[in-house]
């Protein structure tokens, strides 16, 4: 069952593509994942002991790779969303995200926690990985918002994550997710 943050009802998304930005290709499966990362944002994280540490690590990654300039105000951004209703699914992924308005495409990371960290909000689940991102805040963009919460929900789940962690590193977690998508 879907969470109840992503029942909302869509609406058409006629934004074009930023062309400093990767294209977000959504097909009749959904969104590629697969497209939007890059090795260098598929991130291990085994020393990470806490949700808000990963997510710093990762807005700070994002930031920088992408070029989305100050990571503190995206950072409070997701922090500030986190507050609200937990972002973590029982499948041990979690999905912090924030819609912004300097943001002109959809930007991702992953963060891979072989060790497994504990939900602030429910201890007893724990966040085997963690999809970030940012979305542009205008309404046009919102059903690739939508596009993307529900793609990344299907195909993360237990087994999937299992094998991403096995991969050891960006390269082949990478891959593992690309040909699952094929």
């Given at each position: 069952m879907a969470p109840?943050?992503?029942?909302r009802r869509e609406k058409k998304d006629s934004a074009a593509p930023n062309p400093g930005q990767p294209a977000v290709a959504v097909s009749p499966k959904g969104i590629s994942i697969g497209k939007l990362l890059t090795d260098e944002l598929v991130v291990f994280l085994p020393e990470v002991k806490e949700k808000n540490q990963a997510i710093d690590r990762l807005v700070a990654r994002l930031c920088a790779t992408r070029k989305l300039g100050d990571p503190a105000p995206m950072l409070r951004k997701v922090l500030d969303r986190e507050q609200g209703i937990s972002t973590t699914l029982d499948t041990g992924l979690s999905l912090p995200h924030a819609r912004v308005d300097d943001v002109q495409e959809i930007s991702t990371i992953l963060g891979l926690l072989p060790q497994g960290i504990p939900d602030p909000?429910?201890?007893?689940?724990?966040?085997?990985?963690?999809f970030l991102f940012f979305s542009p805040n205008r309404q046009e963009a919102f059903t690739r918002h939508l596009h993307l919460l529900r793609t990344v929900s299907a195909l993360f789940q237990p087994a999937f994550i299992d094998q991403l962690l096995a991969a050891g590193t960006p390269a082949k977690a990478l891959e593992a997710i690309r040909k699952q998508e094929s």
């Open positions: 109840a943050w992503f029942k909000k429910q201890p007893e689940l724990k966040i085997r990985a963690i």
